[in-house]
């Protein structure tokens, strides 16, 4: 049984940082590529960043600058850091684990960035 399980999240305010966590479980972790998303009331879910099996990186415009994806093969973790946190990254972020056959996603956590 395939389990992704978001931490980190909570309420900060503007200029802060959080730093998520998805801890994986029954996956081979290390093929695939981990992805955070997000979703603010009202909007799609959209890619944040993500990081493929062989550690290239690809973020959103928004984060540019801003946040860091990173894994932990051995410990089957994927690690957002967000800094410089904006109210504009308001929303609730999910885990995402992705192959050519198959995704899976968190169940999600909330970021709340106050101004």
């Known amino acids: 049984q395939v389990q992704l399980v978001e931490s980190g999240g909570g309420l900060v305010p503007a200029g802060g940082s959080l730093r998520l966590s998805c801890a994986a479980s029954?996956?081979?972790?290390?093929?695939?590529?981990m992805g955070w998303y997000r979703q603010a009331p009202g909007k799609q879910r959209e890619l944040v960043a993500a990081?493929?099996?062989?550690?290239?990186?690809n973020y959103a415009d928004s984060g540019k600058g801003r946040f860091t994806i990173s894994r932990d093969n051995a410990k089957k973790t994927v690690y957002l850091q967000m800094n410089s946190l904006k109210p504009e990254d308001t929303a609730v972020y999910y885990c995402?684990?992705?192959?050519?056959?198959?995704?899976?996603w968190g169940q999600g956590v909330q970021v709340t960035v106050s101004s």
């Open positions: 029954g996956i081979i972790f290390s093929v695939k590529t």
């Open positions: 995402n684990a992705r192959d050519w056959k198959s995704s899976y």
């Open positions: 990081i493929s099996s062989d550690g290239s990186t």
